[in-house]
């Protein structure tokens, strides 16, 4: 989609840190870091949020959270953990609708989050 930032990034037309991509996912450095770890993990594919997944798309939701896995292995933090967060809709608070997952990490993190 043209007027999707996430899009863009995936077809290289703005910058982004990429840290991690394959045919299915592209993972990139969040411009706003909210830990010394902050990934966000998306498919390539244009989906607007998880409200718009279903059964056919279990595959490549699994597929985005091994990949999260894996980045948090190559980055240290598979023993001192991280958080992932998928933020959907606007009680969610997402801001930019297209499927992400955050990987997090690299300090405490507290529950319940805000
Ligand atoms: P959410 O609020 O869950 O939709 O998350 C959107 C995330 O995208 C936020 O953490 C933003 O900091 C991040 N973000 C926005 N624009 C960019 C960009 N150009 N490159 C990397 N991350 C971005
Ligand atoms: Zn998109």
Redesign the pocket.
């Known amino acids: 989609m043209g007027d999707c930032?996430?899009c863009r990034?995936v077809e290289r037309k703005?910058p982004?840190k990429i840290v991690h991509e394959d045919e299915l996912v592209v993972a990139?450095?969040?411009?706003?870091?909210?830990a010394p770890t902050?990934m966000?993990v998306i498919p390539r594919k244009h989906i607007p949020s998880l409200k718009e997944t279903d059964a056919a798309d279990a595959a490549l939701l699994g597929h985005l959270m091994t990949v999260c896995a894996k980045i948090a292995k190559q980055k240290g933090l598979a023993d001192s953990g991280y958080r992932l967060?998928?933020?959907t809709g606007p009680n969610?608070?997402?801001?930019?609708?297209h499927l992400?997952i955050?990987l997090l990490g690299g300090r405490p993190m507290e529950w319940p989050p805000g």
């Open positions: 930032l996430f990034i703005i982004s990139f450095e969040d411009v706003n870091p909210q902050h966000l967060v998928t933020n969610g608070g997402q801001t930019v609708f992400h955050h």
